[in-house]
C-alpha cells in the first residue's frame, strides 16, 4: 500500500514533497501529538521513512533550510518495489490461492 502510495504522490506533487510530511500520510510518524515523547517517536518515524525511501528509489534532497524533500520529479522513473518483497507478496497470493 504504500508503494502505491508514494507513486501516486510522486505523480501528484511537484517538483518536491516534504519527507515529515510523506511520513505522516504513509504512517510512519504521527505529527499530530505534541508530548516530548511522541517527538522522539516521530523524528523515529520520519528517519524510518527516509530508509524505506532509500530502499525503493527515491531521489531525497534538502532545502536552504536543512528540510529532507522527495524529488518527487525525479522519483518517477526511479521508483521501484524491491525484488524480495515482490517475491514475499507473489508467495502471499499463491499461498491465497492454495488455500481455496
Known amino acids: 500500500m504504500r508503494y502505491a502510495a508514494i507513486r501516486c504522490m510522486s505523480h501528484s506533487y511537484r517538483p518536491s514533497a516534504p519527507v515529515s510530511y510523506i511520513a505522516q500520510i504513509l504512517g510512519f510518524a504521527n505529527l499530530l501529538l505534541t508530548t516530548e515523547v511522541s517527538d522522539e517517536k516521530d523524528v523515529d518515524g520520519v528517519e524510518e521513512c527516509v ?23 525525479a522519483s518517477v522513473s526511479s521508483l521501484y518495489m524491491p525484488e524480495q518483497k515482490m517475491l514475499w507478496l507473489m508467495g502471499m497470493r499463491v499461498l491465497q490461492l492454495m488455500t481455496f
Open 51 to 73: 530508509e524505506w525511501l532509500k530502499a525503493h528509489g527515491g531521489c531525497l534532497t534538502s532545502d536552504n533550510s536543512g528540510e529532507m524533500l522527495l524529488d518527487t520529479k
